[in-house]
């Protein structure tokens, strides 16, 4: 069967579309993104090891995940600037390491405030890869192809993703130690993949060069000025609150209902399968369609995905139907938002325009996890979930709003930029407005 679909000319031209073109560069980044992916247990499983495990409040386990989420935030900066300034890849292999080591320390901690401080270390190197990856892509694609490109390493991370969780949840079976070794190693291979095979790819400005746009003059406050930019940073920080209720509150919820750890796994895992399957056609679904509308769509799916908890109880089928409605939400804003930050920002400025970006998630990692767990613990898992649909259907108005008002401008590039980061892979994206 297999071969016959092999043999089959649409099947090989779907292919040709989706993988074609792309620079071999961008392959070994995309292999050593699918590997670090599949050893990625300790963020997805970090809260019901501390709740289940250890037998920490759901509180405590927020408190710990916010402060990962605090170095993430600070780390999206830091290595935004380093990322500009002394390279893509010393960026990404420092990361990396730095990752590997902090997590495997964090599975040997006892007691609240070492694990704390550790979880706090590994936010910092973990959240830190994300820039130098980004911007990466960015230099190595050629503008056309960024979407599909963006695209197709947000899929290598949910074929590991999805992976990586149901095996997790059987590993964890056995011992929670393995799951924070095996996350070590696979970091570790990640790092040494990158060292090996990717070139610096930085852009290097060439002084006095006709029509050199004098991108190396940009700094964090040119990104903050950036009010269109930032405008979709602070809508993106609404989504991600609600997604961060995925690997944190989710889960404690998911125990204290009687779910075990193994179907847990597989519920989660059911996130990273879908995208795998629907991520590539919807995306082309998407084509010509209404950007805004798919974002508003997205929002929604998004937060009342979510708001469908409420009604799960002890079921693992209906805590399944959520993860199924939030992923598509998922898949539909991903496509769009994924390449809008490579089209807004100046060469010279990728590292910090995607520092900035990431800020939007790692302050939902400091906020979400905090503000849910406390939700959860004090208002119940009804009221957690049904905030949560409230705040998609914020997002979506923000939306909304934003496209009237770069409607009525006509001129602005962010507008234009939403437009084009989704067009069809084969046509050339067009310049922003005012660039």
């Known amino acids: ?31 050593s993104t699918l590997v670090n992916r599949l050893g990625a247990f300790v963020v997805t499983f970090l809260a019901l090891y501390l709740t289940v495990e250890r037998g920490y409040s759901a509180s405590y386990a927020g408190l710990v995940a916010s402060l990962f989420g605090a170095g993430s935030a600070i780390s999206a900066i830091g290595a935004g600037v380093l990322t500009d300034r002394i390279g893509r890849r010393p960026t990404l292999v420092a990361a990396q390491l730095g990752t590997a080591a902090s997590t495997a320390v964090l599975g040997f901690m006892d007691g609240q405030v070492a694990i704390a401080v550790v979880a706090f270390v590994v936010g910092l190197c973990n959240n830190a890869t994300r820039p130098p990856t980004s911007a990466i892509i960015a230099d190595l694609v050629p503008a056309e192809d960024r979407v599909r490109a963006y695209s197709l390493n947000y899929w290598a991370i949910n074929i590991g993703f999805g992976l990586s969780s149901a095996a997790a949840g059987l590993i964890a079976t056995h011992g929670y130690l393995t799951l924070f070794l095996l996350d070590a190693l696979t970091t570790l291979v990640c790092a040494v ?10 852009p290097q400005a060439v002084p006095g060069k006709a029509g050199d746009p004098a991108e190396p003059g940009v700094s964090l406050l040119t990104v903050l000025r950036d009010a269109p930019f930032m405008a979709l940073v602070g809508l993106t920080l609404l989504v991600a609150l609600v997604f961060q209720q995925g690997s944190t509150t989710l889960a404690v919820d998911m125990g204290a ?16 399968l879908l995208i795998v399957v629907l991520q590539i056609p919807l995306t082309r679904w998407m084509e010509g369609r209404s950007r805004t509308g798919m974002l508003i769509a997205s929002c929604l799916l998004t ?7 409420a009604l799960a109880g002890s079921s693992a ?69 049904t905030v949560c649909g409230a705040i998609g259907t914020v997002a979506a108005l923000g939306y909304v709003a934003l496209a009237r008002r770069t409607g009525a401008a006509g001129r602005r590039r962010t507008e234009a930029a939403i437009e084009e980061v989704a067009a069809p892979a084969a046509e050339p994206a067009k310049a922003p407005a005012d660039a």
């Open 257 to 272: 209902s009687g779910i075990s750890s193994t179907q847990y796994g597989l519920v989660v895992g059911l996130n990273g």
């Open 303 to 309: 937060g009342w995905g979510f708001g469908l908890a």
């Open 317 to 385: 089928w209906l805590f399944a139907l959520s993860v199924v409605v939030w992923t598509v939400g998922e898949i539909l804003h991903t496509p769009v938002m994924m390449g809008l930050v490579a089209e807004l920002a100046p060469t010279h400025g990728r590292g910090r325009y995607q520092g900035v970006y990431g800020l939007s998630w790692s302050f939902a990692s400091l906020l979400g996890p905090a503000g849910g767990g406390l939700l959860l613990q004090y208002a119940g898992p009804a009221v957690l979930w």
């Open 1 to 31: 069967m297999l071969v016959a679909l092999a043999a089959n000319p649409r099947i090989r031209r779907l292919v040709r579309e989706t993988v074609g073109g792309l620079p071999r560069q961008f392959w070994w980044l995309w292999v």
């Open 193 to 202: 993949v990158i060292f090996i095979r990717i070139p610096e790819t930085r």
